[in-house]
Structures are given as structure tokens and as C-alpha cells.
């Protein structure tokens, strides 16, 4: 079983500054681990994911995430953030490993960005 | 459509009534999940299908909820004699296959008076 936890619940920062949003996983096995983000009334979109490989992923809208397995932490960055990245971001993680549930995603509580002009 | 399409998108019900949440999968894709998300959490896995087989289901809160999907495409999750704590989004995912990422409809918000 895994567990994620993203460390801050809100995060508000100002327009063009960088941002960071926290994540760190516990697993008994190798997972792989995704970000998402759900704008209001929405689903869920996939910003990035890590499964293997180097440890700097790069996603869409500017973001990317660094995997450091010593720390077990995927946290999430942007160098310059605009008013509509506002939203819910999300952290996921499911085992790697062939057979068993490696297909369960296990979430973390979600951290709301807020850009501000 | 391309995406993930769940309806209705809002369902108000009262205390005892059941009620049936509709997932249209993208295309060609094996894999179907459904989540519960509750207000202020992050999504939570009900139970999964490959095809027509539901293989894990050991995430549905009790026996009032079903969920099918006869023909390895559309799926239906059902909640029978409704309770106020069932009020969540459900959301609905596919994927191509088993591990590959998960693409998420834009949720049923279900709201029992």
C-alpha cells in the first residue's frame, strides 16, 4: 500500500513569481507518480508523469516536476506563474510493479494554487 | 467525443432514492476506473474494469453500490437507497491499458437531500 501527502492545502502566490508544490509519497514498493489538476467544476488533466528514467519531467503548461527518490518527494514547479494556473493540483501515485493493484491511483489531499494580480 | 464523458454532470436525489451515474469512455480504451471525491479530498478509487470484468471492486463504500460495464465501453455506477454521506463527485477514468495513465471525465456531482 501507498500513502501521498501534499504538504501545503493553499498556496497563493503573485503573478510571473515561481512556485512550488509539495509532494511526497510512502510505498513499500516502486510507484510510479503523476501530477493533475482540476480547474472548478472540472475533471481531472494530467500536468505530468514520472515513470522511469531521468528524474526531471517536464509536463504541459509550463510545469515540472523532479523525482528524488532518497527523500521520496515528486515536487511539483514553475518558474513563472500566470492568473490561470489557479486551481486544485493533485499528486498520485500507484505501484510499478507488474500484477497486484498497480493500477490504483492513491491521491494526496490536493494543494489550491492561487495566483493573484 | 474525444474525452472521458460523464452525465449527468449534477444530480440532486433524496434520502432513499436510487440513482445511476453514466461513464462514457474514449474510445478503444480497456481500462475503465471509477472515484469518489469528497469535498476538500482527493479523489478515491471504487473499483475498476478491463473490458466487461470488473476485477477490483474493493473500493465501493458498501453493497448499495453496483457498478457494470456489459459491454466493455459504457459504464454505469449505481447507488441504491441513497444516504447523505454518498454526496460526492464521482468521477470516471479510462486508460489504454492497465498502467497507462489514467485520463479523468469532468465528474457527476451527486448531492442527496
Known amino acids: 500500500a501507498q500513502s501521498v501527502t501534499q504538504l501545503d492545502s493553499q498556496v497563493p502566490v503573485f503573478e510571473e513569481a515561481p512556485v512550488e508544490l509539495r509532494c511526497n509519497y510512502s510505498s513499500s514498493v516502486s510507484v510510479y507518480l503523476f501530477w493533475y489538476v482540476q480547474y472548478p467544476n472540472q475533471g481531472l488533466q494530467l500536468l505530468l508523469k514520472?515513470?522511469?528514467?531521468?528524474?526531471l519531467v517536464k509536463g504541459i503548461n509550463g510545469f515540472e516536476a523532479e523525482f528524488n527518490k532518497s527523500q521520496t518527494s515528486f515536487h511539483l514547479r514553475k518558474p513563472s506563474v500566470h492568473i490561470s494556473d489557479t486551481a486544485e493540483y493533485f499528486c498520485a501515485a500507484h505501484p510499478s510493479n507488474s500484477g497486484g493493484s498497480n493500477y490504483k491511483l492513491t491521491f494526496g489531499k490536493g494543494t489550491l494554487l492561487t495566483v493573484n494580480p | 467525443g474525444a474525452g472521458v464523458s460523464q452525465s449527468p454532470r449534477y444530480k440532486v436525489a433524496k434520502r432513499g432514492q436510487d440513482v445511476a451515474l453514466r461513464c462514457d469512455p474514449i474510445?478503444?480504451?480497456?481500462?475503465l476506473f471509477w472515484y469518489q471525491q469528497a469535498l476538500g479530498q482527493g479523489p478515491e478509487f471504487l473499483t475498476y474494469f478491463q473490458n466487461e470484468a470488473q476485477l477490483d471492486k474493493s473500493g465501493l463504500p458498501s453493497d448499495r453500490f453496483f457498478a457494470e460495464r456489459p459491454e466493455g465501453s459504457v459504464s454505469t455506477l449505481k447507488i441504491q437507497r441513497t444516504q447523505q454521506e454518498d454526496s460526492a463527485v464521482y468521477l470516471c477514468?479510462?486508460?489504454?491499458?492497465?498502467?497507462?495513465?489514467?485520463?479523468f471525465g469532468d465528474g457527476t456531482r451527486l448531492s442527496i437531500l
Open positions: 477514468a479510462s486508460s489504454l491499458e492497465v498502467r497507462t495513465p489514467q485520463h
Open positions: 514520472y515513470l522511469s528514467g531521468s528524474t
Open positions: 474510445s478503444g480504451h480497456v481500462s
